[in-house]
């Protein structure tokens, strides 16, 4: 975003609420002393008021003495009184994004927001400090929880014409996740030591059974947004997973990619995409396909977001019985219920089609998600439960699949707290996959500790 549109926006919504955060409505000052050494008298001490302490950083700033300016507000912002921390975090947050310290900005109002959740004008500052900071997708999410419960019609226009240039000014982003991940089932086989073929029990060898161990986990997720005309853009996204285990025989990659044209009407954006996926499990392709998908997205009331993609594509399996097509359909919604939590519901259901009768199916599913923030930790849960049921038996076993799989996810990361500029991350989830097919049994725990990072 250029730093002359952020500038007259920040000009813009100050003229809207002309005293803002500083004796206005929005937090009103107290009396209370504070002290500040004098230059080279340690003992003695000037005692200021805290509205004069205000107005001396104010006069600093004036004068061009940054650094002084800072160090009193931040000083300002350990006081005992609430309402003095939060204001002297405001200004500093504004001078800090003056100064381009987009880092600091974050920082600052992150701290005053844990305190006072509900104050919208240093929310929308946030979000203005982390889209100039190269996190939109974490500035849309502030937008839409500044959102919850209405805002000044002025200020709401605002907030609509930033939300728009925000949406359409992305050229680039991206994200990774680098970690540790102790798994009881790296291989999301069954426990059982025989199944039975035709009335004839079989053994597994320990290769088809459930093996637990500690793998290394990543994941990064890449965009491009060329502009081609107004309200139209060439959007590339490239997204990878994996998960590696010792000698490689259970190493897991995903990877999938996707490229087309992007529409912007009015608040709805719609996208056609070329898509492809690949995946590998051990040391060789375990399948690969190729087809489009068109996605639609918009605003949903003041402080939501809804979302419809349709998808087909040709797969290809390590097993050629598997090979067909297959036709997907996904509808979303996800709002910001207050200034603090954010949930979200999808609905899914899925075709695939198969050489082989008992290799294809259908399949249904629910999933929620709820994230909250915590000081200065976000913690989530989420839930995902889905229905496979195949179009045949298979004629060994005498049975078609029929699985319920449920799985359940809790986690946390930290919004202020670093690792070399990293942010840790802390998830838990379980797998449970129930079907009167024994080998399609499996249950799973999962540990991962990993740091992460948003561009």
């Known amino acids: 975003m250029a730093g002359n549109s952020a500038s007259s926006e920040r000009r813009a919504e100050r003229a809207e609420r002309e005293q803002p955060m500083r004796l206005s409505k929005w937090m009103p000052l107290l009396l209370v002393a504070v002290a500040i050494p004098t230059a080279g008298r340690s003992q003695d001490k000037v005692i200021l008021t805290a509205p004069k302490a205000f107005a001396l950083a104010e006069a600093y700033q004036k004068e061009g003495r940054e650094a002084d300016a800072e160090a009193l507000l931040k000083a300002l912002s350990q006081d005992p009184n ?65 959102e919850v419960g209405g805002l000044p019609p002025d200020v709401q226009r605002l907030v609509d014409k930033f939300g728009d240039v925000l949406r359409r000014s992305r050229p680039y982003g991206a994200s990774f996740e680098l970690g540790i991940a102790p798994d009881s089932n790296i291989n999301q086989a069954t426990d059982v030591r025989t199944v039975d073929i035709g009335g004839f029990p079989l053994t597994l060898d320990e290769s088809g059974r459930a ?118 359909a996904r509808a979303s919604f996800e709002r910001a219920l207050s ?28 999933a929620g998600s709820v994230s909250r923030d915590v000081g200065a930790l976000t913690v989530y849960g989420s839930a995902a439960y889905s229905r496979t049921e195949g179009d045949a038996p298979f004629a060994l076993f005498g049975a078609g699949r029929r699985d319920d799989r449920l799985d359940v996810s809790i986690g946390a990361g930290s919004k202020r707290f670093s690792i070399a500029g990293l942010s840790p991350v802390v998830r838990v989830s379980q797998t449970i996959n129930r079907s009167p097919l024994a080998i399609y049994q499996f249950r799973r725990t999962r540990l991962e500790l990993a740091l992460e990072e948003r561009f």
């Not at 900005?105 to 004008?121: H, Q, R, T, V, W």
């Not at 929310?123 to 500035?139: F, H, S």
């Open 339 to 366: 200034s603090r939590l954010f949930g979200r519901i999808e609905l899914n259901v899925a075709r695939q089609e198969a050489v082989a009768a008992p290799y294809a199916s259908w399949s249904y599913g629910i």
């Open 211 to 328: 093996k637990s161990g500690i793998g290394v986990m990543t994941f990064a997720d890449a965009f491009a947004s060329l502009q081609l005309a107004h309200g139209v853009a060439l959007v590339t996204n490239i997204v990878g997973t994996g998960n590696f285990y010792g000698s490689g025989r259970f190493t897991d990659l995903f990877v999938t990619a996707s490229s087309g044209p992007e529409f912007v009407v009015d608040r709805e954006v719609i996208r056609a995409a070329a898509t492809y996926a690949w995946r590998q499990v051990g040391k060789s392709t375990y399948s690969k396909g190729y087809g489009g998908s068109l996605q639609m997205t918009g605003p949903a009331g003041k402080a939501g977001q809804f979302g419809f993609t349709l998808s087909l594509s040709q797969q290809h399996y390590r097993i050629p019985d598997q090979n067909g097509p297959q036709y997907a």
């Open 82 to 146: 609430a309402d003095y921390r939060a204001e002297a975090r405001f200004r500093l947050g504004e001078a800090l994004m003056a100064r381009r310290d987009y880092a600091g900005a974050i920082d600052a109002f992150s701290a005053l927001l844990e305190e006072k959740p509900d104050a919208k004008p240093a929310r929308i500052e946030l979000a203005k400090a982390l889209a100039l900071g190269g996190k939109p997708a974490a500035a849309e999410r502030q937008l839409r929880r500044a």
